[in-house]
């Protein structure tokens, strides 16, 4: 009985010993699964808000067009608004920079397939694209300053949005397209630095005067 005792004993820290090292080997790999669904849960939320961003301040671009608002605002203003509305609690830090291009029909490509290569690196290009920094882009929204979007002098004079067409024949009406370039820090630092994120949309301007 006294053998037997000490075998069920010998047992028994044996298999405490085998599910400590289970454990230790289960533990990382478990911790590294919950840690990636949150982190790209997170990542998935942001890529969602940049993408709703960009499709709205397309939209408000093109019904203005080349008008201005009652306040004197113009298309690039009421988009940078809405894009800075849009965006909700996502940190200014994290846009490197935000374009409001001039596209083609859809039949020419994606929307970031029609980017500019300089405009989609930060680089504005006459007649094709404005480029814009967002902490200097958000706060003259924020303070209602629409001079800074005005020409000449400012970042929206490189596709002035007082030329686009929107008519008169149906064959004018030009394409407008925002892109937005994110660059979200990891949390938990596992997977990398840096996750970078490219949205646009493109949207017909809506039809002033058609013959």
């Not at 894009?83 to 083609?104: K, Y």
């Amino acid at each position: 009985m006294v053998v037997i005792r000490r075998a069920a004993r010998t047992r028994g820290r044996g298999d405490r010993g085998a599910a400590l090292l289970e454990t230790l080997l289960v533990f990382p790999v478990f911790m590294a699964i919950v840690l990636g669904i949150f982190e790209f849960g997170l990542i998935y939320r942001d890529v969602l808000t940049t993408n709703e961003a960009v499709g709205t301040g397309a939209r408000q671009g093109a019904v203005i067009g080349p008008r201005v608002t009652a306040t004197g605002a113009s298309a690039d203003y009421v988009i940078i608004r809405s894009v800075r509305e849009s965006l909700g609690s996502i940190p200014t830090a994290w846009i490197d920079h935000i374009v409001v291009f001039r596209s083609n029909a859809p039949g020419a490509g994606g929307p970031l397939a029609q980017i500019p290569a300089s405009c989609r690196a930060g680089v504005a290009v006459p007649g094709r694209c404005n480029v814009y920094d967002p902490q200097d882009a958000f706060l003259a929204v924020q303070s209602g300053d629409t001079a800074y979007f005005d020409c000449p002098g400012g970042p929206a004079c490189d596709w002035d949005p007082s030329t686009r067409s929107n008519g008169p024949r149906i064959s004018d009406i030009e394409y407008i397209g925002v892109y937005i370039k994110l660059e979200r820090p990891y949390v938990s630092g596992l997977f990398g630095d840096i996750f970078t994120s490219e949205q646009a949309t493109v949207v017909r301007l809506e039809p002033g005067v058609i013959e």
